[in-house]
C-alpha cells in the first residue's frame, strides 16, 4: 500500500450543535437530520451499519438500509435465517450508526429490536421490484455455498416456479423494528472539539445531555 494511511484527515467546518436548538424528542431530531442527509448524500442516506451480538458474546456489524420510520422505532428488512437474524434471535439488543459525511454528522441509536407484523412486511415485499423479490427466494443468507452457479441454478429454479404469477413473501424473510432507548447525534467541529448530544429514555422521557468529543 502506498498511501500514508496516517495522513488521511478533514477538516471539520460545519455549524455547530447547541443543546437549545434540537427537539425534545430524539424522533423528531432525526427526522430533521435525515431529511438534510437526503437532500446532501449523493448516494444511500439510509445506509446504516446494524451490530449484533452472537452467541459467542463476538460483536457482528454489516450494512444495511433504513426502509421505514414509525413511532415506534427504525424499520429495516432481511432474512430471519442470516447471521444478523439468528444473533437477535438470540439476543435482541442492536446498535445502528449512520454516518453523512457531507453533513459530517453520525448518529447512532441503540435498541431492542423487535420483529414487526406479518402484514406490515407482506405489503413492504409486495412493493418490491421482482427480481429483488425473487432474490429473497434464491439466497440462503449467510449459508456456505458451493459456487455462483448455485445461485443460477436456484434462480432459474425460482424464475420458472413463479412464472408470471404474484410472488408470495418467503416465510423466513421479513421486517423488524428497533425499538431506541439511546440516541445520540455527533456534529463533526474544528480542531476534534466535535458536538454530542446523547438522549436516554428515563422514567417514561427522554433526557438530552451533552457529551465530551
Not at 98 to 127: A, H, K, L, M, T
Not at 138 to 157: G, N, T, Y
Amino acid at each position: 500500500m502506498n498511501q500514508d494511511i496516517s495522513s488521511l484527515r478533514r477538516v471539520f467546518d460545519q455549524k455547530g450543535l447547541h443543546k437549545e436548538e434540537l427537539q425534545s424528542n430524539p424522533f423528531d431530531q432525526f427526522h430533521l437530520w435525515f431529511e438534510d442527509a437526503v437532500k446532501a448524500e449523493p448516494f444511500d442516506p439510509n445506509a446504516m451499519t446494524l451490530s449484533t451480538i452472537s452467541p459467542e458474546n463476538r460483536p457482528a456489524s454489516r450494512i444495511v438500509l433504513l426502509k421505514g420510520i414509525d413511532s415506534r422505532g427504525l424499520i429495516f428488512y432481511t432474512n430471519y435465517q442470516s447471521e444478523k437474524g439468528m444473533h437477535l434471535a438470540g439476543n435482541p439488543f442492536a446498535s445502528v450508526v449512520f454516518w453523512w459525511g457531507q453533513n459530517q454528522r453520525q448518529v447512532r441509536i441503540d435498541g431492542v429490536v423487535e420483529r414487526i407484523s406479518p402484514q406490515q412486511s407482506d405489503e413492504y415485499f409486495s412493493s418490491r421490484p421482482k427480481d429483488s423479490q425473487l432474490g429473497a427466494w434464491i439466497s440462503k443468507q449467510s449459508a456456505v455455498i458451493p459456487d455462483r452457479d448455485w445461485l443460477s441454478q436456484r434462480c432459474d429454479q425460482f424464475t420458472e416456479q413463479f412464472g408470471d404469477d404474484p410472488i408470495p413473501r418467503p416465510p423466513h424473510w421479513g421486517g423488524y423494528r428497533i425499538v431506541p432507548d439511546l440516541f445520540e447525534f455527533w456534529q463533526g467541529q474544528p480542531s476534534r472539539l466535535h458536538d454530542r448530544f446523547r438522549y436516554i429514555m428515563e422514567g417514561g422521557r427522554w433526557v438530552t445531555e451533552r457529551l465530551a468529543p
